[in-house]
């Protein structure tokens, strides 16, 4: 039980690589909405889309981010 509880605590603990508006970075694994709020923009001021898919606000708690995903940002578009 030991060997599996420390593998899981490594997992969590994982340094990953991604590549955001082509640069890469180094960061824990975490989800997308903790990333944008380690870069202290409001959420509401800052589009993503990972691999090339948009991720609305709302889906970004669901979204763990993952060796090499490719992420961009951009200012959101109001308007109609």
Known sequence: MNSKSSF???AINAQIHINVNGSVQTVPRMTLAQWVDR????PSA???AVNGQFVPRTARDGYLLKEG???TTFQPIAGG
């Open 8 to 10: 899981d605590q490594s």
């Open 39 to 42: 870069t202290g923009v409001l």
């Open 69 to 71: 995903d490719v992420l």
């Open 46 to 48: 800052l589009a993503t």
